[in-house]
């Protein structure tokens, strides 16, 4: 490993975080690609470095978020619990299923999110604001956060709960079976399921990575799967990167960082389709 | 007197525990780029232990939070972090014996 391969390594992982960073999503599934194809890195290696990055940069983009109010504490704790039982499932089925299955299975729920995002045009929670009276659950989640582009605070409810715990258990399941962050699938169902403000969604999704990540960063910390000389530059990287994006998303209106999700959850779904039925076209001509 | 709240107790954890774990793996990487003959402890090894470090990062961020819940006596909430504590850790078992 030269100094090169290092610089490469961190300056590919800084640009892959602040993206990520921006969409409330883990540079997983850029950084794991990213190393195969065009690093020739291990796809084990790959991976083990993909976790830590995905740990690295949801902790280094939490503080702003949290000092912004715009994290949802309590809401992560509890839907962490759905995510982690998600990741001891995945931890459990790894190895049966097929790689080009998860790919594609990946595929299929990244165009799905697309579609939904797309859909729905307006910011979920505002629509909520006029029922804000009625407190609907026994948790006491609703809350508010303070929105910079409008320059007043906005209040939100916690909106179907049961349908996110799910929807945050497979996040978590696909999360240990792929060895990526899942920010991608949280965002969408906090979306959807819980109706909550899209920064909100950004920020409590970023800030629940790290746990759910944790749960499968473990056991490749003790495997020998996370090679030092790969996982050390791409994990500085992505703090940095994370930290740029984390402001950028501070700045921006909502309905950018919409778009630019569907934009990265279109190209993404193409890349995982490659994925799935490329292995075995690659087969055949082997 | 405002009590401190949950959000800066835990943005300034994650943030020491992030600028600690970033310093020792930079180390780690400065040590290994100057030095060919790696003195003990070599680079690959201080970078492992700063990667170390950001794994336990999270776990130490769920026990600040039931630490926070049992003192507020929102026990509800305790026993949700107490849940995810325990889920990662059978995780990590189940991750070792199937070593």
Known sequence: ???????????????????????????????????????????????????????????????????????????????????????????????????????????????????????????????????????????????????????????????????????????????????????????????????????????????????????SAGAYFVRGDIVAPVAGPVALGSVVGAILGARLLMSISNERVRLLFVVVLVALAVQMFVAAFGKDLFRGIA | MKPIRIESLLAGGLNVGTWLASSVIAAGLVLSLFYQQTPFPSGAQVVTTGIGLFVLLPIVRVILMLIFFAKERDYKFTAAAAVVLLTIFASFAIGILAK
């Not at chain 1, 209040?155 to 060895?179: D, E, F, N």
């Open chain 1, 1 to 215: 490993m030269n100094n090169g391969t290092e610089l490469w390594l961190f300056a590919v992982s800084l640009g892959a975080s602040a993206l990520g960073g921006m969409l409330g999503m883990a540079s997983g599934i850029f950084i794991v690609p990213v190393l195969t194809l065009w690093g020739h890195v291990d796809i084990r290696s790959a991976i083990g470095a993909s976790i830590v990055s995905v740990i690295a940069c949801s902790c280094g983009s939490a503080a702003p978020f949290l000092k912004s109010r715009l994290t949802n504490v309590r809401l992560a704790i509890l839907l962490e619990t759905a995510t982690t039982a998600g990741a001891l499932s995945g931890v459990l089925l790894a190895g049966t299923i097929p790689a080009s299955y998860l790919f594609f299975i990946f595929g299929m729920i990244l165009l799905i999110s697309a579609q939904q995002m797309l859909a729905k045009r307006r910011d979920p929670a505002l629509a909520s604001i006029q029922s804000l009276t009625r407190r609907s659950t026994t948790w006491q989640l609703d809350s508010s956060y303070p929105d910079r582009a409008l320059g007043r605070d906005v209040a939100y409810r916690v909106q179907r709960l049961p349908m996110g715990m799910g929807l945050m258990y497979v996040a978590g399941l696909i999360s240990a079976l792929l060895g990526i962050g899942s920010g991608v699938l949280k965002v969408p169902a906090m979306d959807t399921a819980l109706r909550l403000p899209i920064k909100v969604s950004s920020a409590t999704s970023n800030f629940m990575i790290s746990v759910t990540a944790a749960a």
